[in-house]
């Protein structure tokens, strides 16, 4: 702003609704239209009193921080009228007083005339003021939106950081959980092998029964094992479902005469009822459901008095666009649940009570994990009791339903009903051998004494480099190759590619079967066997009679 007197007199005649403050904080003059809504004297108010700055918003009015907010747009609320003001600060060449050149903000025409004033009494260059406005305006709505941008960017790469940290520990947490699996199970199997080939022997009564106590310990640790593994595999969605054709009846069947012998012992009669169509082909996973109705049938004997009944009822419901729900429900005449434990039986590590855990033993993962798996298969798990009378447990699970093409019956399993091959006598000629492929030398005896009873001839490698050797100087002799997976010098995975390439080069050589058995019992670890070459699989604890099946069979 010049120094003109004469000038300045002019601009401020033609700025009606201007504000003139010096240095000293103190207002020197308003424009026509202000002293007209306010025509008391204002030069005994400091500006504050008279003005408040609504954008900047909190902003002080003073000299000095309207002089330091020069240029920018300022919204100021006039007090004594309650009316708004837009518009610029600006300070004249010597810094010693400025002039606020501003006009009202009104939103329609209508809003002069409440304020007693009228279109003569704005400004001439009112239309600048607005334009500058609007321009301004935009101007810092897209800084705000660059501001935010550059905020958002920074947040989505923080959540890609986080995410791939999540993954991270999630590949940690399986890696530890594979290898806690593997060595957990490499004892166990020796410990169960060991105890199987001890049952063999003669023993007094006291020693059978210390025996059992054993082996029933061993394989209820297995199965928390397993239940633990499952649990962390289900948290990290790892745990993927397959779609396969299956009969409930023949599940059913299975079913029965897994539990006939627990239930025998518990003096318990397991009672089936099927209220299923004549062709109860479906599409699902039925190892799942297999899983979670075994766990409800286990708990149903754990809890059931002696001379009771355990009863599996199974229906359909009603079939919508081929698929359906298919129910299941699991009753017992235990010891019951009370109401409010029946709120939380799901949870992980969860009984009714810790008298429960006293009396009948357990992990309280079971139930968890048939909830998991339920809602995995789109469907619901529920229970009702009464206390002292018993429990049932439903659950339901969406299957498709297979009207039109039935089943093939499969053909029955020799798991079970294996002849073993005559015991060798040394006088006898050499016959076709097992190579096994093991490190480990509990492994290497209980898996040889298992072989050697079921009839088979045995010669151990201790890794995949010593089996490639021992095969490439007498492939003939073996009929199938067990191999483990984890060893030093070359893994079961090495040696398996390295026998196909082999074999791919040399088609006179035949395939020979390679047959994984190992500790490696996490899901997936069968298909990495299959990929690599592998004809089968066994997990440890190896079931003796489940191997002499898998080499016996054509």
Known sequence: MGTDEGLLTRILAAETFHIVINEDNAIESRGSSLVSLHPAAASSLVPEQLLKCLRPVGMAITFDELRRSAGKYLILDY???????????????????????????????????????????????????EALFIMQTNEAALGDFRRLSEQLRQQQQELKLADQQARAASEVKSRFLANMSHEIRTPLHGMLGLNRLLMETELTVEQREYLEMAMLSGETLLHLVDDVLDLSRLEAGRLPLSHEPFRVSELLAKIQKLFSLRADDADLRIEMV?????????????????????????????????????????????????????????????????????????????????????????SGLGLSICKQLVELMHGQIWATSKEGVGSTFHFRVRVEVLESSPLATPAPTRTGSVTPRPQLSDSQAPVMEVLLVEDNIVSQKIATAFLRKAGFAVQVAMNGAEALEMLRTGRERYMAVLMDCQMPVMSGFEATRAIRAIEQSEPALGRLRIIAMTANAMQGDRERCIEAGMDDYLAKPVDPTRLAAILNAE
């Open 274 to 362: 099927s209220e299923l169509p004549s062709a109860d082909g479906y599409l699902g996973d039925d190892r799942r459901i297999t899983q979670v109705l075994g766990n409800l049938i286990s708990n149903a004997i754990k809890f059931s008095s002696r001379g009771g009944v355990v009863r599996i009822k199974t229906f359909q419901g009603p079939a919508e666009s081929g698929y359906a729900d298919l129910h299941f429900a699991v009753s017992d005449n235990g010891i019951g649940i009370s109401d409010a434990a029946l709120a939380y039986i799901f949870n992980p590590f969860t009984q009714a009570d810790d008298s429960t855990t006293r009396r009948f033993g357990g």
């Open 79 to 129: 007090l004594p009228a309650g009316l708004k003001l837009r518009g610029q600060f600006v300070v004249d060449g010597n810094g010693r007083r400025g002039v606020f050149l501003g006009a009202p903000w009104f939103q329609k025409a209508s809003e002069f005339a409440a304020y007693g004033l009228s279109m003569e009494s704005l400004p001439g260059h009112y239309g600048l003021i």
